[in-house]
């Protein structure tokens, strides 16, 4: 299923594409979760210093952030203002993703690939930072240091540190089992490097320029423009080469700060996420093998359940159910035939 109906994308590349906007969707509804589950806005604060909190409940005018602060509560502000650090960078991040698979789907390469530059360069290092040094951060947002954080500056005078924070987040990542095996630096090299062969830095400057001079992607007459079929055949090649890790990567991230900042997921969530997605994942790489492994992990646990919100019932996704799982959205309920949707991380 793609975005429109009308598309130029090749069909070769659509069970990858595809596989990237489930992960969009999935995404989107961690995103969800974190503004629409009440009881994950609140903070904790400690019950002997309860008095306090009836003064500020008396006083609406309040700053709650700087309140905390004032009251010697700064983990429990440093937790708030990263997650609407979180927050807000994630809806951004989630657009700039949809636009680009749009774009890609009516076959606009340099547009889509000019779309994903802000997220992956940019909002995928701070949630990075956040997850692994981010009351280092905050100093900086809030201090005003704006050229210790802002991301060309770093790249140049603060390299060591950028490359230990994308590694770090690497070894953290709860997928890494399911990506080749890669060095330390392989993130600031796909995402930073201008120098290495798989940069994505090559051809984002190549979007976003009709002429440059640096020798890897030196313009020929203007950059595309007149392109040939072959090089928009490359272009799709790189770009569906690149993406799905990118956001299976970029996924494991946020699922890290949703540990981090709001609650810690269930084991038996991860299972069963876990299963839908590798699955998926191994399926973009070798449809026979993902069909494999979801049926030897279905015959193991006879079914997988899953709610049908149409009918409030429990159901189940059985081996009938494997291409549904594999390449598509949604699995029709067994009880009450309307489609559940399968594109979104189940809270269990």
Not at 181 to 193: C, Q, S
Not at 215 to 232: A, C, H, Q, S, Y
Request: hydrophobic content about 40%.
């Amino acid at each position: 299923m793609t975005y429109y109906d009308d598309i130029a994308l090749p069909k070769k590349y659509l069970i990858k594409h595809n596989f990237c906007l489930h992960l969009h969707d999935v995404i989107l509804s961690v995103f969800f979760e974190c503004m629409e589950d009440e009881t994950l806005k609140g903070i904790e604060i400690r019950e002997e210093n309860i008095k306090d909190l009836e003064v500020f409940s008396e006083d609406s005018n309040t700053d709650l952030i700087k309140w905390l602060y004032n009251n010697a509560y700064e983990n429990e502000a440093n937790i708030l203002l990263k997650r609407r650090i979180f927050h807000a960078m994630l809806a951004d991040f989630l657009s700039y993703v949809l636009e680009a698979l749009k774009a890609a789907e009516k076959g606009k390469t340099a547009i889509a690939y000019t779309l994903l530059r802000k997220p992956f360069k940019d909002n995928l290092l701070y949630f990075e930072w956040l997850l692994i040094r981010g009351n280092e951060l905050l100093s900086y947002v809030d201090n005003g240091e704006i050229e210790n954080y802002e991301v060309g500056s770093v790249r140049r005078k603060q390299r060591a540190k950028m490359k230990l924070i994308l590694s770090k987040s690497m070894e953290r990542n709860p997928f890494l089992d399911l990506f080749e095996p890669v060095d330390k630096d392989f993130m600031y090299n796909l995402r930073y490097n201008y120098n290495s062969p798989y940069s994505l830095e090559l051809m984002w400057n190549n979007a976003n320029h009709l002429v440059t001079t640096a020798k890897p992607i030196r313009t020929k007459d203007f950059n595309n423009v007149f392109l040939t079929e072959e090089d928009f055949d490359n272009h799709l090649d790189y770009f569906y080469s690149k993406l799905p890790f990118l956001l299976l990567y970029s996924m494991g991230v946020i699922l890290n700060l949703y540990e981090m900042l709001f609650e810690k997921i269930s084991d038996e969530s991860k299972f069963y996420n876990n299963i839908l997605i590798k699955s998926k994942w191994i399926s973009i790489l070798d449809q026979d093998k993902g069909k494999e492994l979801l049926v030897g992990i279905l015959k193991k646990l006879d079914a997988l359940p899953i709610y049908c919100e149409g009918c409030g019932e429990l159901t189940e996704i059985s081996e009938k159910d494997l291409d549904r799982v594999l390449f598509s959205w949604f699995v029709d309920c067994q009880k009450c035939n309307e489609p559940i949707p399968i594109s979104r991380y189940f809270f269990l």
